[in-house]
C-alpha cells in the first residue's frame, strides 16, 4: 500500500464536504506526517492508521429544547464529537458559541488527539458544544439550557468513557449546571467534567492553566535559545481566561505585555500592562474600550487587531484563524521571534508559511495550549484517587509537562539548520503515541 499526500487530501475532502475549518486542521498535520511514515513506518501505511485516525470513532448530534424567561420555546443544536479513545477516554472541551458547527468541532476534536497524547497523560481526544450563545442570557435560562443539553449528553459521557470541560462560553457556572444535571440524572457524583468549582471535586490553577501554561512554554523556547523573559515585549489578542492570565503570567515573569483585544477592537498600552491594571480590564467586561479613558498610556483601536505593534513575542488567544498572511508579515516585520497560540489554530496556513520562512519560533496551540487539558487531566486523577492537590503542586506538575511537551517538540522537529520546526515536532510526537495505541488494539 501507498501513501500520497494529494491524494490523501482529496479523499478527506469528498468524505468531509462544507467542512473547511475541519479539512485545514487535517492538512496541516498530515503536511508533517505523511513524509514521516512513508520514511520510518510502512506498518502504520499498512494499518490505514491515518485514514482512521481522521475518522471520528463517533459523532453525536441532538437537539436541545429549553424555556427562556418569557416562558417561550427555544430549539438550539448540541454536538458531541468522539474523535479518538486509543489512549484513553475522550477530553476535550464543550464550546457554546452561535458559529458552533460540525466542521468547527471536528477541527478542535482532532487537534485534540495530539494535544492530549503531547501531555504525556492518558486521555484520548474529544469535543462538543451547541450553537447556544450565552450572551444576553439570564443565569436561569443558561441553567436550564445546560440541563436540557445534559440530559441527552449524559448518556455518552461517563468518568471513564468521555469527559468534557469548558471552552468558549462555557466556564465554571456552566459546568456547575452541567454537573448538577449529570448528578441529579446519573444519581452519581464522580470525575465526568472538568473545570469544576474547587469546593466540589475541581482542581486548583484551572481557571489560569492553558494562559499560564502558554508562559511555561515560551520560557522554554527562549530557554532553549538561551535568551530571557524579563523585558521581553509581548503582544496579546483576546480578553478571555486564556488572555487574562497569559498576561497575568507574563507581567509576574518581568515582560511587558501591550495588548489585548476582543471582537470589537484593541487596546494599546504602550507602557504596558500591570496586575491592577489587568484587574481593572476584567471588571469592563466587553466594553473595553473604557480603560484608554482610565489611563492615558493606553489607546483604544476599534476594529482593529493587536498585530500592528511592535514586539518581541505574539500570543494570539482568541479564536481560529484570527491572523493571516498579512498580518503574519507585519509581525516579522516589526521584529516579532516568537508566535505561541493561546487559541486554537489561530494562525491560517498562510501565516505559518511567513514564520517558518522568517525563522520565527512558531509554537502551535496544539502544544503551547496545551497547559488548560494538561491540569484537567490532574483533575481526573485527583477525582480519581479522592484527594485535592494544593495550586503549588499543580503549578509544578504543569510546569513539567510543558517543558516535556517542549522536549517533544524539538526531538522531531529539529531541523539540519538547528532551526526547530515546533509545527513538525508536535504533529509527530502527538501522532506517535496514538498510533502505536492503534496499532496494539488492533481494527477497531
Known amino acids: 500500500m501507498s501513501l500520497n499526500f494529494k491524494n490523501f487530501i482529496k479523499q478527506v475532502g469528498q468524505r468531509n464536504p462544507n467542512e473547511p475549518e475541519f479539512l485545514q486542521a487535517v492538512t496541516e498535520v498530515v503536511e508533517d506526517l505523511i513524509p514521516y511514515i512513508i520514511e520510518n513506518r510502512q506498518d502504520f501505511i499498512d494499518l490505514k492508521i491515518l485514514e482512521r485516525m481522521v475518522e471520528p470513532e463517533r459523532v453525536v448530534s441532538f437537539r436541545v429544547a429549553w424555556l427562556d424567561d418569557k416562558n417561550q420555546i427555544q430549539v438550539n443544536r448540541g454536538y458531541r464529537v468522539q474523535m479518538n479513545s486509543a489512549i484513553g477516554p475522550y477530553k476535550g472541551g464543550l464550546r457554546f458559541a452561535p458559529d458552533v458547527n460540525l466542521s468547527i468541532l471536528k477541527f478542535l476534536a482532532f487537534e485534540q488527539v495530539f494535544k492530549n497524547s503531547l501531555t504525556g497523560l492518558p486521555i484520548g481526544g474529544g469535543k462538543g458544544g451547541s450553537d447556544f450563545d ?15 443539553f445534559m440530559t441527552e449528553l449524559q448518556r455518552h459521557i461517563g468518568s471513564e468513557t468521555d469527559v468534557p470541560a469548558g471552552d468558549i462560553g462555557v466556564g465554571t457556572r456552566e459546568v456547575g449546571y452541567l454537573f448538577g444535571q449529570y448528578k441529579r440524572l446519573q444519581n452519581n457524583f464522580s470525575g465526568v467534567l472538568t473545570g469544576k468549582g474547587t469546593q466540589w471535586g475541581g482542581s486548583y490553577i484551572r481557571p489560569e492553566a492553558t494562559g499560564y501554561g502558554l508562559l511555561y512554554f515560551v520560557q522554554c523556547v527562549l530557554d532553549y535559545n538561551n535568551e530571557n523573559i524579563e523585558g521581553k515585549v509581548i503582544s ?27 471582537s470589537q477592537g484593541t487596546i494599546y498600552d504602550k507602557d504596558g500592562f500591570t496586575l491592577e491594571k489587568l484587574a481593572y480590564i476584567a471588571t469592563l467586561g466587553r466594553d473595553i474600550a473604557k480603560f484608554a479613558k482610565k489611563y492615558p498610556s493606553a489607546s483604544y483601536h476599534a476594529k482593529e487587531n493587536p498585530w500592528q505593534f511592535k514586539c518581541d513575542i505574539a500570543l494570539p488567544c482568541a479564536t481560529q484563524n484570527e491572523i493571516n498572511e498579512s498580518d503574519a508579515k507585519k509581525l516579522v516585520k516589526n521584529g516579532c521571534k516568537i508566535v505561541a497560540e493561546g487559541a486554537n489554530m489561530p494562525s491560517t496556513a498562510e ?29 481526573m486523577s485527583q477525582n480519581a484517587i479522592g484527594q485535592q492537590w494544593s495550586p503549588e503542586k499543580v503549578d509544578h506538575r504543569l510546569k513539567l509537562i510543558m ?9 522531531f522537529g529539529k531541523e539540519p539548520t538547528g532551526y526547530i520546526n515546533y509545527l513538525r515536532g508536535a504533529n509527530i510526537g502527538g501522532f506517535i503515541k496514538v498510533a502505536e495505541a492503534m496499532k496494539a488494539q488492533g481494527v477497531v
Open 134 to 148: 450565552p450572551k444576553g442570557k439570564s443565569d436561569n435560562e443558561i441553567m436550564r439550557f445546560c440541563q436540557s
Open 236 to 262: 496579546i489578542s483576546g480578553a478571555g481566561n486564556v488572555a487574562y492570565y497569559a498576561a497575568e503570567k507574563g507581567i509576574q515573569l518581568g515582560a511587558k505585555v501591550i495588548t489585548l483585544s476582543n
Open 351 to 379: 501565516a505559518i508559511r511567513v514564520y517558518h520562512q522568517a525563522k520565527i519560533h512558531f509554537g502551535p496551540g496544539k502544544a503551547a495550549n496545551a497547559g488548560g487539558v494538561a491540569v484537567s487531566g490532574l483533575e
Open 403 to 411: 517543558e516535556n511537551i517542549h522536549k517533544t517538540c524539538v526531538r
